[in-house]
């Protein structure tokens, strides 16, 4: 079974569905079924996260920060060179499978918090399971 992969196709199925349901008028069954397959689509299209330790680039003097995800933090004068920058672990947060990381907020002081929130996540139904 293909999962929906944006809510354009979601809007789509949807309309097709309103469609014969007004067309053929079909049994309620069939509309139980014809919904619980979209369904299934929908909870197989979830995101799905996995707890990742989260790092910062740190000037050594200065104690400056940059994110990882932007652009290089040193601009190559002198006592802004790459040699002058280091990896810091910041914490714990969440890589997503669409390719983001994080959830909006700084990160997580313990891995145990980070997957407990991300666990919070998939019991409430807004994330899969990975």
Same mark, same amino acid.
């Given at each position: 079974?293909?999962?929906?992969?944006? +809510? +354009?196709?979601?809007?789509?199925?949807?309309?097709?569905?309103?469609?014969?349901?007004?067309?053929?008028?079909?049994?309620?069954?069939?509309?139980?079924?014809?919904?619980?397959?979209?369904?299934?689509?929908?909870? +197989?299209?979830? !995101?799905? $996260?996995?707890?990742?330790?989260?790092?910062?680039?740190?000037? !050594?003097?200065?104690?400056?920060?940059?994110?990882?995800?932007?652009?290089?933090?040193?601009?190559?004068?002198?006592?802004?060179?790459?040699?002058?920058?280091?990896?810091?672990?910041?914490?714990?947060?969440?890589?997503?499978?669409? $390719?983001?990381? $994080?959830? $909006?907020? !700084?990160?997580?002081?313990?891995?145990?918090?980070?997957?407990?929130?991300?666990?919070?996540?998939?019991?409430?139904?807004?994330?899969?399971?990975?």
């Amino acid at each position: 079974m293909r999962k929906i992969a944006n +809510t +354009t196709e979601l809007q789509t199925e949807l309309r097709r569905l309103l469609a014969s349901s007004q067309e053929e008028y079909p049994s309620r069954s069939h509309m139980a079924s014809e919904l619980s397959k979209l369904a299934r689509r929908l909870v +197989t299209a979830k !995101k799905k $996260g996995e707890v990742i330790e989260s790092k910062s680039w740190k000037h !050594k003097s200065s104690g400056a920060t940059a994110s990882l995800y932007g652009a290089v933090p040193w601009s190559g004068s002198t006592g802004d060179e790459k040699s002058d920058w280091e990896l810091e672990t910041t914490g714990y947060t969440i890589s997503w499978d669409d $390719g983001t990381i $994080g959830v $909006g907020r !700084k990160p997580f002081k313990t891995k145990a918090e980070a997957q407990a929130h991300l666990d919070k996540m998939v019991e409430k139904g807004l994330v899969g399971k990975a």
